[in-house]
């Protein structure tokens, strides 16, 4: 439908408002977003770990060591990072008495958390991973008792994985992970 010529400038935009009104597109609906939590993921042997993220203060290759005399066998060293003493502990080994092998894959995930500053060496880190909080479910009732005090759940995906929740915060209060006088 056209417009006649005679019209006003003014009704002529009246016009073409109308037409714009008749064929517009809908708005698209709001949506409700999954509440998603995120995590730092890694691996230790064959499991895989979730740490959240607000635990979890930086991530490094492993660093050039000083050794540490009369500590426990998963104590691996002191470093020194950017002017800060940071001691590293070997995760594996302080879990479940195994020593994790060093691999171009390792990290160190250190957390900082009620005074506890320290680095814990992993077999490999993922990254972010982030998971809808419906995924989230209570820690496997099968849990090794060395892995117990720490696993505060997991994510199961819908494809089949399994990640287990670690709580740093259970790690760093834990009386025996301060213990590391030989």
């Known amino acids: 439908m056209d417009a006649p010529v005679s019209q006003s400038p003014f009704q002529l935009l009246q016009h ?8 517009q597109a809908e708005l698209p609906t709001n949506e409700e977003h999954q509440a998603l939590w995120a995590g730092v993921a890694f691996r230790l042997g064959s499991q895989h770990f979730v740490a959240p ?3 979890v203060s930086e991530l490094l290759k ?6 540490v005399p009369r ?5 691996r060293g002191m470093a020194n990072v950017r002017g800060n ?6 995760l594996s080994g302080y879990l479940s008495g195994g020593s994790s092998s060093l691999t171009r894959a390792s990290r160190v995930l250190v957390i900082d958390i009620d005074g506890v500053f320290t680095g814990l060496l992993v077999d ?5 991973r982030h998971f809808e909080d419906d995924l989230r479910r209570d820690a496997p009732a099968d849990l090794p008792p060395y892995l117990a005090p720490y696993i505060d759940g997991r994510f199961d995906e819908p ?5 287990l929740l670690f709580s740093m915060e259970a790690l760093a209060r834990h009386p025996q992970f301060l213990k590391v006088a030989s």
């Open 85 to 90: 003493l940071l001691p590293i502990m070997d």
């Open 159 to 163: 494809a089949g994985g399994r990640w």
């Open 124 to 128: 490999e880190v993922f990254g972010m």
């Open 71 to 75: 500590t426990k066998n998963w104590v």
């Open 16 to 23: 073409l408002e109308h037409l714009g009104r008749d064929h």
């Open 62 to 67: 492993y660093p050039d060591l000083s050794p």
């Open 53 to 55: 993220m607000e635990q």
